[in-house]
């Protein structure tokens, strides 16, 4: 059995909120959904888009993180992403991964990436965009 990747996500954006920031910080677009999850970054590495690598954070806490808070936790399973025509994996963290939790981060993604297709095709920006599956759990 391998040990557990124990990682420190940064928080961007809290289960809850509608506004989809960019790795800077600033607003890119409103979600027509609320996203269900605790959404950040592992800060010091880097996606194929050129930004740190994306995080959701399971977490069975009745309130939203906070955005900017710092979590200490392990990493789950890895979702193969592609982001206008780049790799884009996700890291999926929290202390346990179960079916359910799959299933929600299945829909998630593919919501997610029917969502965007339509954004980069309103922006005229080239290059799919596409949730592929898991590439580790």
Known sequence: MTEPI???????????????????????????F?????????????????DPIDAIVLSTL???????????????????????????????????FSEKDRLAVTRFFTRYARMKRALYRFRREPGPTMFRGFLET
Do not use: H, M
Request: proline share 9%.
């Open 34 to 50: 609320a996203n269900p999850f605790d959404y950040g970054c592992i800060p010091g590495t880097l996606a194929g888009d050129g």
């Open 62 to 96: 009745p309130v939203p993180r906070i955005r900017g808070e710092w979590v200490e936790t392990q990493r789950l399973a890895v979702v193969d992403f592609v982001d206008a025509g780049q790799l884009d994996p996700k890291w999926i963290c929290g202390e346990v």
């Open 6 to 32: 124990v990682v420190s996500v940064l928080i961007e954006i809290p289960r809850g909120s509608r506004i989809k920031r960019g790795a800077d910080g600033a607003a890119d677009f409103i979600s027509p």
